[in-house]
């Protein structure tokens, strides 16, 4: 059985935010039905990437609502509401993302989805929560990654701002909203009784970077130096970083730095014996490892470093990655089907439950696909 | 109340992506003890950033593990194999991410610990997997971003293969390895029965990454090309990315570009009438947008953009953030003291439980703190 089987989860929520959380809770076993406007349904149905239409709509909605069902509801409408309501007052979880406000005008606030199921377990995601100057400001993603100090950390010294070139806000508050609203479901299990859960994208950014801005109180306020070179870790010393060699890339995560000069046969690197220059001499070592890797291979390289247990690796990309038998082992992708039979590949949960991987064979639902199965199951 | 008071939890775990979920575990309310070797504890204690070290054990140690007790033990002594034994039967999760092999050494694998409590979520960690050519690996933040394809996705297209400048595959692990514990307790609740979760570094970098993998299965198999300059997502057409100002540096989200060019009267950009030009021109057009946006401040341009609804923001430095009222209404930071009375200005959880933030003041244990307190509770030799 699959943990979160039985369990009725209405999601109100679009773009990536609570849509990724919700995909969790559907891999999880958990039964979503996706409550989406008409004619144009969630936004994220029509925000192409790379311009990669799939079976007429975005690649990334066909991502990450694969395993849902599709109600097409209009909320401002007294029976689509009414219906909206009777749904919500048989779920064990809802989820939104709409901005401050908007909740309680549409009637689905927290109190108000109380009213009808005393013990609904409530999650919803916000950009910078409920108060303060930036609470009407856009949630998304770019944004939130501009403002959350986190595009001073990739890249090196001489680069503007680096952000993380994927949709972590959006990702990481899914995640978290998801761990919140499990932990609502255990207790609910306990004891029968909901929760409101509430995260927001700033906050989850902030616990991303939990570690360096404690350090950033700790240590005065010092700004964040990223190193002149091979920058990985603005806040780790020497070799941490992504090498060039003569036919790709190594990255070397921790080791000492005389160790390296001898296995290397780089005699440069042995005047730093003390710890802490791996640190203060960072921007040197590195400059040091940079220009002596660059004369031999990757492959050369791993094969002296790896028998010694440094920590380093190649430095693959997709296609690469795809053919080498330690992807291949984990069986991570798998192929979905719609209700018109069009097939797509994408990758299963990351999760393992009791030595099995989960995988599920129903792709993304087309706007309101499951409207006349719910009208007859709920209504 | 908080949803997971009366849960134990016992860490094995070391490092980061393991303790990470255990701290999210503790504000939950769970109780989590660490189960450390004893004098050095685990590995965590002396890895550093910026060398900065608090009552003997690295800060960032102290971020990621407070709230937590510390038991020491010897997994290799039997006397005290035998009484993490007597734990592990009254505890409700246990967590490790040693490779894979070491806990059956031991004796405490899943088939052994399912045998003396069968209803224990029992959720381990590895690099890649439990089986495979990379089992051996370490199972390290850097290199998973490495192998994993996610080095090709952030900085400019002539830059190197490029890090996410923090440890984003142990704590993205962290947040699967949580989500996977606590389903394994509502189905507990369910039907009384435990459950083995396993997530990797690995698996959990390729679902980060699911968005844009999916994209490029289904394609023609064009791998992520980053924009030439002011890259913000390979995969997003102009005006996304980072533009420099006359005073320092502002984000453009996704958005039309025809009404930007509107509203920034800035007429090249209407030659872009077709939308799919966004994305094919957008070295170009963002090429435009970067010398356009240099004439003024930041400030200028925001209040501008902003006042039409266009999705922009100002790049801010940790102090320019920390210093924002924005920031400090959130009461996103905390402070703990530690044994020594030292304190650690720190972060607090960002899940919010029934509109109440989750605070605790507890900092992290020392090695063992807790090990004479925890050996009477247990009944303990």
Known sequence: MKPLQDLLIIDLSQYLSGPCCTLKLADLGARVIKVEKPETGDSCRSMYISNVNMNGESSIFRAINRNKESFCANLKNDLDKKKVLQLISKADVLVHNFRPGVIQRLGLDYDTVKSINPNIVYGEISGYGTEGPWKKKPGQDLLIQAISGVTTLSGNANKGPVPLGLAMADMLSGGHLAQGILAGLVQKGKTGKGCKVSVNMLESMLDLQFETVTTFYHDGGQPTQRTESNNAHAYLGAPYGIYETSNGFLSLAMGAIPKLGELLDCPELLVYQEFNSWYDQRDKIKQTLANHLKTNTTEHWLSILEPADIWCSDVMNWERLFEHDGFKVLDMLQTVEMSDNYQYQTTRCPIKIDGKVIKNKKGSPFLGENNESINSEFF | ?381
């Open chain 2, 1 to 381: 109340m908080l949803p997971l008071e009366g849960i134990l939890v016992l860490e094995f775990c070391q490092f980061m992506a393991g303790p990470s979920a255990g701290l999210k575990l503790a504000d939950l309310g769970a109780r989590v003890i660490k189960i450390e070797r004893p004098i050095h504890g685990e590995g965590g204690r002396q890895i550093a950033i910026k060398n900065l070290f608090v009552d003997n054990s690295s800060l960032v140690f102290h971020t990621v593990n407070r709230n937590k007790e510390s038991y020491a033990a010897n997994l290799k002594d039997p006397e005290d194999l035998e009484n993490v034994k007597k734990l592990i039967a009254q505890a409700d999760v246990m967590t490790h991410n040693f490779r894979p092999g070491v806990m059956e050494k031991i004796g405490l694998d899943y088939t052994t610990v399912k045998a003396i409590n069968p209803a224990l979520i029992y959720a381990s960690v590895t690099g890649y997997g439990t089986e495979g050519p990379w089992v051996k690996k370490p199972g390290q933040d850097l290199l998973a971003q490495s192998v994993s394809g996610l080095t090709y996705l952030t900085g400019d297209r002539n830059d190197t293969p490029t890090a996410m400048g923090l440890a984003v595959a142990d704590i993205y692990c962290g947040t699967h390895l949580t989500q996977g514990i606590l389903a394994g307790l509502v189905r507990r609740n369910k039907t009384g029965k435990g459950a083995l979760i396993e997530v990797s570094l690995l698996e959990s970098m390729l679902d980060f990454q699911f968005e844009v993998i999916t994209t490029y299965l289904n394609e023609p198999k064009a791998l992520p090309e980053r924009t030439k300059e002011g890259n913000a997502h390979a995969y997003l057409s102009a005006p996304y990315g980072v533009y420099p100002t006359a005073d320092g540096h502002i984000v453009l989200a996704m958005g039309s570009l025809i009404k930007l060019g509107e509203v920034l009267e800035c007429e090249q950009l209407l030659q872009y009438q077709d939308p799919d030009l966004w994305f094919e021109n957008r070295d170009e057009i963002m090429l435009i947008l970067k010398h356009f946006f240099a004439s003024h401040s930041s400030e200028h341009w925001i209040k501008k953009m902003e006042a039409e609804d266009i999705w922009c923001a100002e790049v801010l430095d940790y102090k320019n953030l920390l210093e924002h009222e924005g920031y400090k209404v959130l009461s996103f930071d905390q402070v703990v003291t530690l044994t020594n009375g030292e304190k650690v200005h720190t972060t607090r959880s960002p899940i919010q439980i029934n509109d109440q933030k989750l605070f605790s003041k507890t900092a992290a244990p020392r090695v063992g703190e807790h090990t004479e307190q925890i050996s009477k509770e247990f009944n303990l030799m």
